[in-house]
């Protein structure tokens, strides 16, 4: 797994890339909540390169949307991979979570 942070002038985004499961969704957790601290209350979370999701990497989402929803914050996903939003709609993490097509999308949304 790689994390990437960028900002822009609104957002904080995020790029995820490999698998996230209980090797390494601590890591994930950590970069994020980082973000947090730092001021960043207005997350897109990139999903373009996440070509795996393990349970422990949706509790980290999990986590990560209630302490921004504590905060009046914003969290969104986007561009999840098939397989990857697939997992989201049966598990019913699509009604949770603001998903969007891509980066724009999230920011314009």
């Given amino acids: 797994m790689n994390v990437q942070v960028s900002t822009s002038a609104d957002y904080t985004v995020v790029c995820v890339d490999g ?5 390494n969704a ?55 991979q098939p397989g990857i939003k697939e997992i989201f709609d049966i598990s019913g993490f699509s009604s949770i979570f603001s998903l969007f097509a891509d980066t724009e999308a999230a920011m314009n949304g």
């Avoid at 698998?19 to 090797?23: H, Q």
């Fill in 19 to 23: 698998r996230v499961d209980t090797t």
């Fill in 26 to 80: 601590s890591e994930l957790e950590k970069s994020m909540l980082e973000v947090i601290e730092g001021g960043g209350t207005k997350i897109i979370l990139d999903c373009s390169g996440l070509n795996y999701i393990s349970s422990s990497g949706l509790r980290v989402f999990l986590v990560i949307q209630k302490k921004l929803m504590l905060l009046k914050g914003q969290f969104r996903l986007c561009s999840l």
